[in-house]
């Protein structure tokens, strides 16, 4: 039904383009068939529309200058809108890295070295010296389930808005506890006792609340930090006091309430790692090492699912802390929530086309020029010129207020009724100034159109300019230097 809807929109668009361009094309002919644009050509007439044509077309360059201070102020006011960005995360959260859980067991190793050394008599001696230290030997999961469900809001600030989120986390898995005569050599004892999971989230500030983990049939609290930054920089740990390492496998599961704004990433450190993500949120761009399994995306929000295996990954399930050293942040997936259609970014996109609806309402001017032998002064060019350069800024200023469907109506609506109205008294005619109006009225339904069709933006603005181009090409086919008609140069012709 959309499809449906757009190409509607497109063809009512190109037929008001074209019947401004076709009357165009009929006061054009008319000239042509009087002699009138021949003329102009030619001779005295065709010096002088020399002179002009490349003073307006030195007006239309001109007007890159307002152009370019409006894309500024532009560019000014989305760096105050990414300040206001950045003041929310601040307060509220950033994008939030879920990492983990992981399982660090300590254990202590000792070891003798022996060191010869002679002494001032010449004799040889041995030094015996006996190391101890403690030791962690990580262990992750066989499986990690989580389902995230994100409910998403607006924070604003002065005219400002944030997108950004509240992230209802249960994490659950299992655990596959490793055999006493898997651990490395030299090993003396295991502080089973001492064992703790650490989980990893990247802003513990946004954090709302944790439940206790549920391990076994045990309940353990979460305190602040990892205790192994070196793999985990930031998050909780929970001790697990009087573990039984009996129990070789043993499940788990806690519950985690965090805010966050921008996106949400997670790493896959199961063996089988499975996340299920929900969010009301409908317009999501998924990121990451690895792309969601399946994803649905409708108008109150999406769904995702990511299953990975540790295949996928270039770190072990368990290695020891001190000796070796493994990026477990390195393979990681998730969501980026995003505006499809971004307020500044548009607009830039719309000042890139100025100079093009600039430059076809300079030269619809200037065929009216050639056809009914009404010319406009420079300074009424520049006039309208600034007009349309003004339409952006009127864009931009509205559109901070209200929505942007609504300022781009009002902005368009007052350009296209200053300009056609203008047109009407300079050229004397309400008729000419009803054809400016559909044109102008054809073009801006064309750049809404670009505007909100991104995927389509290249195509539809060739097709326009291959339109303009093609017209033309048909106004100038019987243009010759000296002024004659096509088939006086032919019965010339030896």
Known sequence: MEVVLWLLLYLLMFALVLYGLAKGVTLAIQGIREGRMNRVFSGKEGSSLNVRVLVIAGLALAMLIPLGMVQGVTSERNGLYDGVIRDIAATWGGQQVVQGPALAIPFTVRWTTEESTVGEDGKVRKLVQKHEEVRHRLVLPETVDMNIAMDDEFRTRGIYRSLVYTADIRISGRFLLPRADSFPDKTAEIHWGDTFLAMGLSDTRAINRV????????????????????????????????????????????????????????????????????????????????????????????????????????????????????????????????????????????????????????????????????????????????????????????????????????????????????????????????????????????????????????????????????????????????????????????
Do not use: C
């Open 211 to 494: 439940s206790s983990l549920a391990w076994g049939d045990k309940s353990y609290p979460f305190a602040p930090g990892t205790k192994i930054t070196q793999t985990i920089p930031h998050g909780f740990h929970a001790l697990l006091e009087g573990m039984n390492p009996d129990r070789p496998q043993i499940d788990f599961q806690f519950l985690l309430n965090t805010n966050g704004s921008s996106g949400l990433r997670f790493t896959a450190f199961g063996e089988q790692t499975k996340v299920v993500m929900h969010s009301s949120w409908p317009h999501p761009s998924f990121q990451g090492d690895v792309l969601p399994s399946s994803h649905e995306i409708e108008g109150d929000g999406f769904d995702a699912v990511w299953e990975i295996p540790n295949l996928a990954r270039n770190f072990p399930q368990s290695w020891v802390l001190e000796t070796e050293r493994f990026e477990a942040d390195e393979f990681m997936a998730g969501v980026d929530l995003f505006e499809s259609v971004f307020l500044y970014s548009t607009v830039t996109r719309a000042v890139k086309y100025g100079l093009l609806f600039i430059v076809l309402t300079f030269l619809t001017f200037l065929i009216f020029e050639l056809t009914v032998g009404a010319p406009l002064h420079y300074v009424q060019y520049a006039l309208i010129g600034g007009a349309i350069s003004l339409f952006y800024l009127l864009l931009l200023s509205l559109a901070e207020h209200i929505d942007f469907l609504s300022a781009y109506l009002v902005a368009a609506t007052t350009t296209i009724v200053m300009i056609s109205g203008y047109a009407a008294s300079a050229l004397g005619s309400i008729k000419k100034g009803g054809i400016v109006l559909v044109l102008l009225a054809g073009l801006y339904l064309f750049l809404y159109s670009l505007l909100q069709m991104e995927d389509y933006a290249l195509l539809m603005g060739t097709l326009l300019l291959t339109s303009v181009l093609a017209v033309l090409m048909f106004l100038t086919r019987k243009l010759r230097p000296n002024g004659d008609r096509p088939e006086m140069v032919e019965a010339q012709a030896p």
